[in-house]
């Protein structure tokens, strides 16, 4: 089945930088988008950045210029480098596969997600 495992996440402080990776199994990985998703406390998850097949990428305006997603289908993983991180970061962080409406998702499966806290 569908599987990911999220990892990477932690406490800094604003302005730090944190690199997020993700490993999935059960799919054929190296043909599909793939993409990092939050959800803050009391928010819904949204979709922040997304990285296709062959390597196009997009990023919500609010992370543009800060964060980078990147993948190698020779490891079934997708990475998210975050840098100079904010408070309204703060989220547990997910990926999974992008759905063809903007922030839905391919599977149904989740993972654990990793835990990201920006304060001072």
């Known amino acids: 089945q569908v599987q990911f495992v999220e990892s990477g996440g932690g406490s800094v402080q604003p302005g730090g930088s944190l690199r997020l990776a993700c490993v999935a199994s059960?799919?054929?990985?190296?043909?599909?988008?793939m993409g990092w998703y939050r959800q803050a406390p009391g928010k819904q998850r949204e979709l922040i950045a997304t990285i296709a097949a062959g390597g196009v990428t997009f990023y919500i305006d609010s992370v543009k210029g800060r964060f980078t997603i990147s993948r190698d289908s020779d490891k079934n993983s997708v990475y998210l480098q975050m840098n100079d991180l904010k408070p309204d970061d703060t989220a547990v962080y997910y990926c999974?596969?992008?759905?063809?409406?903007?922030?839905?998702?391919?599977?149904?499966?989740w993972g654990q997600g990793t835990q990201v806290t920006v304060s001072s």
């Open positions: 059960g799919f054929i990985f190296r043909i599909r988008g």
């Open positions: 999974n596969a992008p759905g063809a409406e903007w922030g839905s998702a391919l599977f149904d499966s």
